[in-house]
T-cell receptor, first 115, second 109 residues
Framework: GAVVSQHPSWVICKSGTSVKIECRSL??????MFWYRQFPKQSLMLMATSNEGSKATYEQGVEKDKFLINHASLTLSTLTVTSAHPEDSSFYIC???????????FGPGTRLLVL | GQNIDQPTEMTATEGAIVQINCTYQ??????LFWYQQHAGEAPTFLSYNVLDGLEEKGRFSSFLSRSKGYSYLLLKELQMKDSASYLC??????????FGAGTRLAVHP
């Protein structure tokens, strides 16, 4: 089946630093990738939609200058949390969509802790 | 806008049947998904309904009524490993997934 990887799986950083998270579709080409954030005991909140070769579309309330998204190829999207603060600590999950509405596959997630 | 409601928590006994309901209001509808999520892990796909009716897949079944904005996930022959959060999500015309808050299911012996 389709596999989506994320790297790193865990990251701990100091407040004010930037963190880059990679999302890769390993065995299929993903025209669209999505980035979600999940706080403890809450559901997934869509942050942005990433389309290969074009600018990401951000959901209302998500700061595009803080959460930089780059979808450089059909198999890779990156999320950079710039100038991270403790309130950015969360579980970040990406998903990749192939052809058709059913084919959305989730990565294993990246847990970010900002000290 | 989008609004998805599902119960916060449910408990059930091993071997029993449990039904998790989901009601939704969306602008644009392109199907309803159910995902399972164990604590600390990413969601895994369970089912997808775009037409009215029941879709059965092993121990899990999912039902959709578009006119009522209603879906349910039915889990049969519950096992301890089914203890997890179950997320209802709708797909809109742009194929974005909007998730409900999730239902935490606890299965007891």
């Amino acid at each position: 089946g389709a596999v989506v990887s994320q790297h790193p799986s865990w990251v701990i950083c100091k407040s004010g630093t930037s963190v880059k998270i990679e999302c890769r579709s390993l065995d299929f080409q993903a025209t669209t990738m999505f980035w979600y954030r999940q706080f403890p005991k809450q559901s997934l909140m869509l942050m942005a939609t990433s389309n290969e070769g074009s600018k990401a579309t951000y959901e209302q309330g998500v700061e595009k200058d803080k959460f930089l998204i780059n979808h450089a190829s059909l198999t890779l999207s990156t999320l950079t949390v710039t100038s991270a603060h403790p309130e950015d600590s969360s579980f970040y999950i990406c998903s990749a969509r192939g052809q058709g509405p059913q084919t959305q596959y989730f990565g294993p997630g990246t847990r970010l802790l900002v000290l | 806008g989008q609004n998805i409601d599902q119960p916060t928590e449910m408990t059930a006994t091993e071997g029993a049947i449990v039904q998790i309901n989901c009601t939704y209001q969306t602008s644009g509808f392109n199907g309803l998904f159910w995902y399972q999520q164990h604590a600390g892990e990413a969601p895994t796909f369970l089912s997808y309904n775009v037409l009215d009716g029941l879709e059965e897949k092993g121990r899990f079944s999912s039902f959709l009524s578009r006119s009522k904005g209603y879906s349910y996930l039915l889990l049969k022959e519950l096992q301890m490993k089914d203890s997890a959060s179950y997320l209802c999500a709708t797909s809109n015309g742009y194929n974005k997934l909007i998730f409900g808050a999730g239902t935490r299911l606890a299965v007891h012996p």
